[in-house]
């Protein structure tokens, strides 16, 4: 099977948020994907999906964000390119109200 999500239905699909303004579709398909009793063509069509859903870079960063927790999938899924979307997820130091301080005497 060939999956492509058109850029139009990519938005739609990272747009449509749940009650706590997370992306609801995005967490559902994860939901089946966690599933393992699933037909494994199922499974793969939702993990093509997925990967073609975080070619948006806010599809990225949200399918890791809900993905942070559940590291061998988002392994599966993306392998090393997830590092980056999981760097994104840390906070800044420029977020802190008073930044840790890192002293060169360990």
């Known amino acids: 099977m060939s999956c492509s999500i058109h850029l139009d239905g990519k938005k739609q699909i990272v747009d449509e948020l749940d009650e706590l303004q997370e992306p609801r579709i995005i967490k559902l398909m994860i939901v089946r994907l966690e599933n393992q009793s699933e ?3 199922l499974r793969k069509y939702l993990k093509t999906a997925l990967i ?3 070619e ?3 599809g990225f960063l949200n399918i890791c964000h809900e ?4 590291v061998v999938l988002l392994d599966e899924i993306f392998g090393p390119k997830s590092v ?3 760097h ?4 800044k130091l420029s977020d802190y109200q008073f930044p840790p301080e890192i002293r060169g005497d360990a």
């Not at 994104?88 to 906070?91: F, Q, V, W």
Request: proline share 15%; no cysteine; glycine share 4%.
């Open 39 to 41: 037909m494994p063509e």
């Open 52 to 54: 073609n859903i975080s």
């Open 56 to 58: 948006l870079p806010i």
């Open 67 to 70: 993905l942070s927790d559940k």
């Open 84 to 86: 980056k979307g999981l």
């Open 88 to 91: 994104e997820l840390l906070p």
